[in-house]
């Protein structure tokens, strides 16, 4: 079968990795001119680095492999403590940070030379019984007998196939980076939680370290034009760790993301045609669900369509299999008070009165629970 894939993130990349390897026939449509490397560093849980090794992708050497995660007051004063080390043996792969350039590119060099087609946007799209067709601004047409769009918050492919918008605004957003790292963080992700945001760091390999603060956003706001001022009067006053973190940042260091929002759809596509990825579930970075919940689509996408004898049975059967989990980890990420997760459990009152002593065993049980109760492949 020929499958185009429209997104050349992790996603689409990871997808098309895995349509090949099938013995699919696969094109990648991509709208900028080459690779995009940049937006810092993600984090992979064990379903994510446990499909990435399903596919092929070998993850040893780089970023940083994760041992534990610290929930800290705003002063650093640690309220739980989550042993990383212990799920891993528990799943059977562990979590790791890499650098999102690093893992496109290990994701694009295991495609066969001129499967990504860069320069080709999306204009417009026709499908029926007997194929898929696309057609660019400029008059390119690419032919296929199954589409899927991989193409991010903004998805054309959404909006032609589903006919609604772009994700929503949360009212959140976050500032991060990747820079070289202040001080040595270890194999350590800390979040820091208080009144005025949230500021969290981790080591991201070759002496990098993926910091990120979350703040309250309107889009009405006017531009930030300093944005580490804005930062350094904001989070002044924290632990030592912030003040080494912003006291080594340049201008041009932080990149601003608003948090945004996809309602979660009951039929992930049409006909031909399906989504995948932050075209199908955006959701804000909180628990860092995004990419791993890409990985679990692009893993049930592979199994419907190889289960199915006609490839338009395989919107039914792949919505249907997808549509909870990622709706629960959408909502564990947008209304994280309201739930069970990590950071929910640093906020309430009862765990902050705890002082820190809620057993790191029943924690990381706790965590590891909520991680597979939200994943396919743990």
Same mark, same amino acid.
């Given at each position: 079968m020929r499958v185009l894939v429209v997104g050349a993130g992790i996603s689409g990349l990871a997808a098309a990795r895995g349509l090949i390897a099938a013995g699919h026939?696969?094109?990648v449509l991509e709208r900028a001119q080459g690779l995009r490397l940049g937006g810092g560093a993600v984090t992979l849980w064990y379903n994510g680095t446990a499909i990435l090794a399903d596919l092929g992708v070998d993850l040893d050497g780089t970023g940083q492999r994760l041992a534990t995660l610290r929930l800290r007051t705003r002063s650093g004063r640690k309220v739980l403590e989550f042993d990383l080390e212990a799920l891993a043996a528990r799943f059977g792969s562990a979590a790791r940070v890499i650098p999102r350039g690093s893992l496109i590119t290990l994701l694009e060099s295991g495609l066969p030379e001129g499967t990504v087609q860069f320069g080709a946007e999306v204009a417009e799209?026709? %499908?029926?019984?007997?194929?898929v067709r696309l057609r660019t601004p400029t008059g390119q047409e690419y032919s296929g007998d199954f589409l899927v769009g991989a193409d991010g918050v903004r998805s054309r492919v959404r909006a032609l196939v589903l006919g609604d918008g772009p994700a929503a605004?949360?009212?959140t957003a976050i500032w991060q980076g990747l820079?070289?790292?202040p001080f040595d963080p270890g194999p350590v992700t800390t979040l820091m939680v208080g009144r005025q945001g949230d500021f969290g760091y981790m080591g991201a390999g070759d002496g990098l370290m993926q910091w990120f603060f979350d703040v309250p956003w309107s889009p009405g706001a006017p531009q930030e034009d300093k944005p580490l001022e804005m930062l350094r009067r904001r989070f002044a006053g924290w632990g030592p760790q912030v003040e080494q973190v912003l006291a080594s940042l %340049?201008?041009?260091d932080a990149e601003v993301f608003p948090h945004t929002r996809h309602k979660v759809?009951?039929?992930w596509g049409d006909g031909r045609c399906v989504l995948l990825g932050d075209a199908a579930h955006g959701m804000p970075p909180v628990m860092a669900q995004g990419t791993n919940q890409a990985l679990e689509d692009v893993a049930a996408l592979l199994d419907c369509l190889d289960a199915a004898p006609d490839p338009a049975a395989v919107v039914g059967a792949y919505s249907s299999r997808r549509r909870r989990r990622a709706a629960l980890a959408s909502t564990v990420a947008s209304h994280s008070l309201a739930v069970s997760g990590p950071r929910a459990l640093m906020q309430s009152e009862y765990v902050l009165r705890m002082n820190g002593f809620v057993p790191p065993g029943l924690a990381t049980r706790g965590f590891g629970l909520l991680l597979s109760t939200i994943s396919s492949r743990i």
């Open positions: 026939e696969v094109v799209l026709r %499908a029926d019984r007997d194929g605004m949360t009212g820079t070289p790292a %340049a201008d041009g759809p009951r039929r």
